[in-house]
């Protein structure tokens, strides 16, 4: 097979990229590993940056979106028993956030290849990416004990954190720069009325928690949580009464409670490999970069990357110009840096710490302290939370 721009991974940084360049005639193909269903099953974070919504409608597939999805203008936090709010809206000139989940954005997209005809190849086995620094770079893979062949012009690495993409970058030629937090988040989806129309962050001495939703019937809860605990430790009625301990004492109260649908433990990482390019490879999203959920970054820091991936090959493609692609990886990671300081400093803000001195933990309050009392600290807040321009 012969196509121009072979996609590595059907995710939602793929898809989108897909769809955008075959919206202007570039020809593409998607290689993804697992099936559709396994990639629908994902149950991913759910809030969406103004920049990723306005991607998705320039898509064509932001009508379901724009639909069902909540436009959200602030969240609180919840800390010694009372709840802050944050004013998005207020502190971002006129921002705001969209609540939908990134399950049904992957839904939207495939919906869209589909309508498109376009190529998006499942249970694509043993996928190796060839010749990246010359002139004509191949992918390879299997299906059942065939292998077979995509020529192409550009190989794009939108294959998640443990793709094959960055791992097909000599060492020698990539920096990776890693935090592990000593603490992951169990998350439970349950299909309950939400505690709160908007999210609630929670810092408490037992570990941090959080409220947020997918619709007005479907809510989703996180606890903070040790690395050594299982997913199994955790019965629904443990769950909740650790939520509601973790919550200021009204909303524990109206707190409604049902059988999890969903329950799974998420480790929190921050990591960054530099250069996102590779000779005619080119990485996007969690391929190169990967956020602590805290300051819901994760898609919204791929979609940086794929706007300006996308307009970078539109240049090549329509005018001759390799400019945006030769600085593509220096102005994505200005980027992901800004996103990844951001989840970082919220992570920090919020979770309880077992080795913090406690020196580190008067800061922590002091940190919190000031950014309910400072207009400027939460304005600071807002416009990342929101997501900073492209
Ligand atoms: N070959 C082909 N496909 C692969 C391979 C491989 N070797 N390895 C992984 N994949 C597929 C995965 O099955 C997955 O469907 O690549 C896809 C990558 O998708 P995601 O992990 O969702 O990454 P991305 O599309 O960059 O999405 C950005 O935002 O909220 C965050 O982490 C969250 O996934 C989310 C991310
Ligand atoms: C989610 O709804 O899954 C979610 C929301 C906000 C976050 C992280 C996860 O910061």
Request: charged share 25%; with cysteine; proline share 4%.
């Amino acid at each position: 097979m012969k196509t121009r721009v072979c996609i590595i991974g059907g995710g939602p940084s793929g898809l989108l990229l897909s769809q955008l360049l075959h919206l202007q005639g570039i020809d593409n193909v998607v290689l993804e590993r697992q099936s559709r269903d396994y990639v629908l099953g994902r149950i991913r974070a759910g809030v969406l940056e103004h920049g990723f919504a306005e991607l998705m409608r320039e898509a064509g597939c932001g009508e379901r979106m724009d639909r069902e999805g909540e436009i959200h203008h602030g969240f609180f936090i919840a800390h010694e028993g009372r709840l802050d709010r944050i004013d998005l809206h207020r502190h971002s000139g006129g921002n705001s956030v969209v609540v939908y989940g990134q399950t049904e954005i992957t839904r939207d997209l495939y919906a869209a290849r589909d309508r498109m005809n376009g190529v998006v190849i499942h249970n694509a086995e043993d996928v190796r990416p060839h010749d990246l620094t010359g002139a004509a770079p191949y992918v390879t893979y299997r299906v059942g004990d065939e292998i077979r062949r995509i020529d192409c012009e550009f190989v794009i690495g939108a294959d998640g954190f443990h793709g094959v993409s960055r791992k097909s970058i000599p060492a020698t030629e990539l920096r990776e720069y890693e935090r592990v937090y000593p603490f992951g988040w169990l998350g439970v989806l349950s299909r309950t009325k939400p505690v709160s129309p908007e999210l609630i962050y929670a810092k408490h001495e037992r570990g941090f928690a959080l409220c947020s939703l997918r619709s007005q019937v479907l809510s989703r809860y996180y606890i903070q949580v040790p690395l050594s605990d299982r997913v199994e430790d955790w019965s629904d009625d443990a769950f909740w009464a650790e939520l509601k301990r973790r919550l200021p004492g009204e909303v524990a109260a109206r707190l409604v409670t049902g059988p999890s649908i969903e329950k799974s433990i998420a480790p929190l990482r921050s990591f960054v490999a530099e250069p996102m390019r590779y000779g005619r490879l080119f990485l996007a999203g969690d391929a190169a970069h990967i956020v602590p959920p805290t300051g819901a970054r994760g898609l919204n820091s791929a979609a940086s990357d794929i706007h300006y991936l996308y307009h970078a090959l539109l240049d090549h493609y329509r005018h001759g110009d390799p400019s945006g692609l030769d600085n593509y990886s220096a102005k994505a990671l200005a980027r992901v840096w800004k996103a990844q300081r951001f989840s970082w400093w919220m992570t920090t803000l919020l979770h309880r710490f077992d080795d913090a001195i406690p020196y580190d933990q008067r800061l922590q309050q002091v940190e919190l302290e000031y950014l309910l009392a400072s207009e400027a600290a939460q304005a600071a807040l807002a416009e990342n939370y929101v997501g900073l321009p492209f």
